[in-house]
């Protein structure tokens, strides 16, 4: 099927739907509000309605299905089961999958919590959400083998738009942001032990092992749309007397994308964050060991942040520099949401 995709491509089409308490039908599809030459629907369809797979029938053709909800290894809570849609005999193929709800990427074994403390479990074959994706051919699946935050998803299909590079790249953009939100010399994740507690630290060391619970299934390599969008931070650098200056500008804010929310630091809530990404040469990279942020404003004045990481990657021959800057949660103002004028400046010196 991967193989076969590869040559037909999925069509630039993105449903994205779940369950909700206030339902409405499927949408007529409309222009992406960014990604260039796709189109975007919606379906809120009703709490424990009696056959999703149905209405999903409706959207025939979607080239991306992007799935929102809370959930288990079976399916998610007040919608779509594994048993469900693999008794429809529904055919997704060539679309690709983005899962919200936790533990719907589950395939056999799992860990959940029984009267205070952790213990396996298993879920059937033919129960088993992923597995009836897979018999339903989807092209690929994005989703967690445990508790996640939602929003992971759309990060990866982002990046799979904004990049338009191969599957596995979007994948592993969700663990070099665990990677960068642990700000760990050595990257070691918190185990299960049958019988004994939670064994997260804090609500922070609960999200960021909820991001590396994502897993792809499908081809890494991939690569089913052309780039369609721009990345919201891309930066400009420049060397100085002082060393490498970084500098972020925008107007509008955050923009329409997924990118600027924050999932791993912000205590279990909501939040804005800057991620940036980009390559160095490896000769100008041996020049780099600190790292400050100069100034991050909005509308001129000082925005508050926390958490100001940077960390150096050598993949393939490259060096790629990773900064990430946190803003504390404020539901009554969103960081960068209501400004016109947005900067960050950062330096990286020996």
């Known amino acids: 099927g991967i193989r076969a995709a590869r040559r037909k491509k999925p069509a630039k089409s993105i449903l994205e739907f779940g369950p909700s308490s206030r339902p409405s039908p499927l949408t007529r599809p409309a222009p992406h509000k960014w990604a260039e030459g796709f ?13 999703v797979p149905k209405l999903l029938a409706a ?24 048993k469900k849609l693999r008794a429809s005999g529904l055919s997704l193929y060539p679309a690709l999958y983005f899962s919200g709800p ?17 213990a396996e479990k298993t879920v059937a074959p033919e129960d088993s959400f992923l597995l009836a994706l897979i018999n339903a051919r989807v092209t690929a699946a994005f ?7 939602g929003e992971t998803n759309h990060h990866e299909l ?34 299960y032990e049958v019988g004994k507690g939670q064994p997260y630290r804090d609500i922070h060391d609960n999200m960021i092992s ?52 924050d999932i791993n630091r912000a205590n279990g809530s909501w939040t804005h964050r800057l991620r940036f990404r980009f390559e160095l040469d490896l000769d100008d990279a041996k020049k780099l060991s600190k790292f400050e942020v ?23 021959g490259k060096l790629i520099v990773h900064a990430l800057i946190v803003f504390p949660v404020d539901p009554k103002n969103r960081a960068l949401f209501g400004g016109k004028e947005y900067e960050a400046r950062l330096r990286f010196s020996k």
Not at 165 to 175: H, I, Q, V, W
Not at 226 to 242: M, Q, S
Not at 298 to 310: E, H, V
């Open 294 to 316: 100069l100034s991050v404003t909005k509308d001129g004045k000082d925005l508050p942040y926390i958490y100001p990481t940077a960390a150096l990657e050598t993949w393939g």
């Open 158 to 191: 982002d990046h799979v738009l904004i990049t338009g590079e191969p599957l596995g790249m979007a994948s592993k953009s969700t663990y070099d942001d665990v990677v960068v939100a642990y700000r760990r010399p050595e990257l070691k994740l918190p185990r």
């Open 39 to 51: 189109t975007s629907r919606r379906l809120a369809h009703a709490e424990d309605h009696e056959d």
């Open 143 to 149: 989703a967690g083998l445990d508790p996640d935050r």
């Open 59 to 82: 959207a025939k053709g979607t080239g991306v299905l992007s799935a929102w909800g809370h959930g288990m290894p079976d399916g998610v809570a007040h919608g779509m089961t594994g």
């Open 102 to 118: 936790c533990y719907c990427g589950v395939t056999g074994r799992w860990f959940g919590m029984e009267r205070g403390a952790i």
């Open 210 to 261: 909820g991001s590396a619970c994502r897993a792809l299934f499908g081809d890494p390599r991939f690569r089913p749309f052309a780039k369609a969008g721009e990345d919201p931070f891309r930066v400009k650098h420049e060397w100085t007397k002082k060393g490498l200056v970084v500098t972020w500008r925008s107007e509008g804010g955050a923009g329409k994308t997924w990118m600027p929310v």
